[in-house]
């Protein structure tokens, strides 16, 4: 069983950036994948970022290459998500997911565990 508490979410204008975090209990952290994934209101829930349990590996949806950057502390059981030049249509609530696996998925059916979600708001 693995619990996630997301932070870091908040009102940011367009071009800003913010930093969210995912911090996880329980001791196997290390052997999970994670993701982050965002849902606008009216829209399906979507793949943001992926990493691997060594985070040798890692994976960004094609609208935020080159602005997000994904990443993990095993020795602190969180996972990051650094969010440069923002844009109103990064506003979602975004969520921290792990999953059961040593394969990033980009799927959300694919993710055992879910956080509560955090807002990111993007003015224009």
């Known amino acids: 069983q693995v ?20 911090a996880a209990s329980g001791r196997t ?24 349990w060594s ?17 993990r502390d095993n020795a ?4 990051n998500l650094q969010m440069n030049s923002l844009k109103p249509e990064d506003t979602a609530v975004y969520y921290c997911a792990a999953r059961r696996s040593t394969v990033v998925a980009a799927f959300a059916a694919g993710y055992d565990y879910w956080g509560q979600g955090t807002q990111v708001t993007v003015s224009s």
């Not at 985070?55 to 990443?71: E, L, M």
Request: with cysteine.
């Open 3 to 22: 619990q996630l508490v997301e932070s870091g979410g908040g009102l940011v204008q367009a071009g800003g950036s913010l930093r969210l975090s995912c």
């Open 76 to 79: 602190k059981n969180t996972v």
């Open 55 to 71: 985070g040798n590996s890692k994976y960004n949806t094609d609208s935020v290459k080159g602005r997000f950057t994904i990443s």
């Open 29 to 52: 952290f290390s052997s999970y994948v994670m993701g982050w994934f965002r849902q606008a209101p009216g829209k399906e829930r979507e793949f943001v970022a992926g990493i691997s």
